[in-house]
């Protein structure tokens, strides 16, 4: 997607359907920016008084009358995008809210873009970019866990913590640069090991919040879990049996599955992106040569390796995938065919017979995937995060290590830089460092209304 400028807040007066309730239903028409009480009091022909419900009608030009319905000003700043915002509830016939939406138009409104309304509220100050994207997340949340937990991102739980974070990283950066201008002097005497001690704190702080934000991606994303083994260990019947249904095609041929198969299942309120692989072994032709290439590829951003192996030789299995799971973070060995052999209860905390043929193993299976997600582990300061705010964490706390590191070798200088560098990946997550294109990425995957 092509980078995108963001608009200046308050250029235009945006409109779009914010809920649409069918016909049975309410449905909204939102408007923001600086014409929009003015387009609101126009059409409903109305005084309107700030955060008052009037029940007004709703007029053509002409003079006719469109609907009835509910008409609530919000003037700037204390509105939901920080300008003057108006909402029309109508009732919710799709024709009724489109209509309302052309009159605004025609009054001089435009439409909004894909999450300009949260954009704005970013724009002028109102929620932080990590706020922003809880917005998102609470629309999106598949279960009232995950809700919740967008809940008090947008009330600035995770925010809170970055911004103490960076705070942080500010106060040992200034203390850096302070000792530059005297680095003729012992680093002692500068103070330079209670900055590392303020660095040994701060890099605690940074690995408990990395732990929590990837707690709280799993929980916004699911578990992405990649399914290997080596071929007829029964990867394919193990989906169908997660999927309770019959989603992949299970044969006693070595090979049958050429290509990745995926599917989206909720274990006991637990969300998983499944992917099954072509198995894992030496030679084969040259189109499963290539399902076996895409199988490792998956591996290499799988959150959880869910390693299938034939229980009646288990060693042999695991010799030939212990290779290719090395890198991923959480590795369950499941060995299959239980029913087929004297089956012991269990080995390890990494290791589990099943049958996914019987079914004999799998509500340990369920219960075990539950623990990796985290579920049954919520803290009460539980929230949600993305992908990108993992990363930054990762790369704030690797610049805090080099930090450290430089700091102890007395090179100052490079210190300092670290600290800076730690800092802006801070501000990427709260947007205080948000380059346009980064915004414009963000805000295209929120919905019209928002």
């Known amino acids: 997607?092509?980078?995108?400028?963001?608009?200046?807040?308050?250029?235009?007066?945006?409109?779009?359907?914010?809920?649409?309730?069918?016909?049975?239903?309410?449905?909204?028409?939102r408007l923001s920016g600086p014409d929009a009480l003015r387009i609101a009091a126009e059409i409903s022909r109305g005084r309107l008084q700030p955060r008052r419900a009037h029940y007004l009608r709703f007029h053509e030009p002409d003079g006719a009358v469109l609907d009835d319905g509910i008409v609530i000003a919000f003037p700037a700043p204390g509105s939901y995008t920080g300008e003057d915002v108006a909402e029309l509830q109508a009732?919710?016939?799709?024709?009724?809210?489109?209509?309302?939406?052309?009159?605004?138009?025609?009054?001089?409104?435009?439409?909004?873009?894909?999450?300009?309304?949260s954009e704005r509220a970013f724009l002028n100050g109102r929620l932080d970019l990590a706020q922003a994207e809880a917005v998102a997340d609470l629309i999106a949340a598949g279960d009232l866990r995950a809700a919740r937990a967008a809940r008090r991102a947008l009330d600035g739980a995770f925010s809170t913590r970055v911004e103490a974070l960076a705070a942080q990283v500010l106060s040992l950066r200034v203390h850096v640069e302070a000792m530059i201008d005297f680095s003729d002097e012992p680093i002692e005497t500068l103070g330079g090991n209670e900055v590392l001690e303020g660095l040994a704190s701060l890099g605690a702080g940074l690995a408990g919040l990395l732990a929590d934000a990837e707690r709280g991606r799993r929980l916004r994303d699911g578990l992405h879990a990649v399914i290997v083994g080596p071929p007829n260990a029964g990867k394919s019947s193990l989906l169908n049996a997660l999927a309770g249904s019959e989603r992949a095609i299970?044969?006693?041929?070595?090979?049958?599955?050429?290509?990745?198969?995926?599917?989206?299942?909720?274990?006991?309120?637990?969300?998983?992106?499944?992917?099954?692989?072509?198995?894992?072994?030496?030679?084969?032709?040259?189109?499963?040569?290539?399902?076996?290439?895409?199988a490792r590829a998956e591996l290499a951003r799988a959150d959880l390796a869910l390693v299938v192996v034939d229980g009646r030789d288990p060693a042999s299995g695991r010799a030939a995938v212990t290779e290719a799971v090395a890198g991923v973070p959480q590795v369950l060995w499941l060995y299959n065919k239980a029913d087929l052999v004297d089956a012991p209860e269990?080995?390890?905390?990494?290791?589990?017979?099943?049958?996914?043929?019987?079914?004999?193993?799998?509500?340990?299976?369920?219960?075990?995937?539950?623990?990796?997600?985290?579920?049954?582990?919520?803290?009460a300061g539980e929230f949600t995060a993305r992908a990108r705010h993992v990363e930054a964490l990762r790369q704030a706390e690797a610049a805090v290590g080099q930090a450290r590191g430089q700091l102890e070798a007395g090179v100052l200088e490079l210190a300092a830089e670290s600290l800076r560098d730690a800092h802006d990946r801070l501000g990427e997550i709260t947007g205080k460092v948000s380059p346009d294109a980064l915004l414009g990425h963000i805000f295209a995957t929120f919905c019209i209304g928002k």
């Open 1 to 29: 997607m092509a980078a995108r400028v963001a608009a200046r807040p308050g250029a235009h007066t945006i409109v779009a359907i914010a809920t649409a309730g069918g016909a049975a239903g309410i449905g909204v028409v």
């Open 91 to 117: 009732h919710g016939s799709p024709a009724v809210l489109q209509r309302l939406v052309e009159l605004c138009i025609g009054l001089g409104a435009r439409h909004a873009r894909p999450g300009e309304f």
């Open 250 to 294: 299970v044969t006693d041929i070595a090979g049958t599955t050429r290509d990745l198969l995926r599917e989206t299942v909720r274990v006991d309120g637990v969300e998983l992106d499944l992917v099954d692989t072509a198995g894992l072994r030496a030679g084969g032709d040259a189109i499963e040569r290539e399902g076996m290439r895409r």
């Open 346 to 379: 269990g080995i390890d905390e990494q290791v589990l017979w099943i049958s996914a043929r019987t079914g004999a193993g799998l509500d340990a299976l369920h219960a075990r995937l539950r623990a990796l997600a985290g579920a049954g582990d919520a803290a």
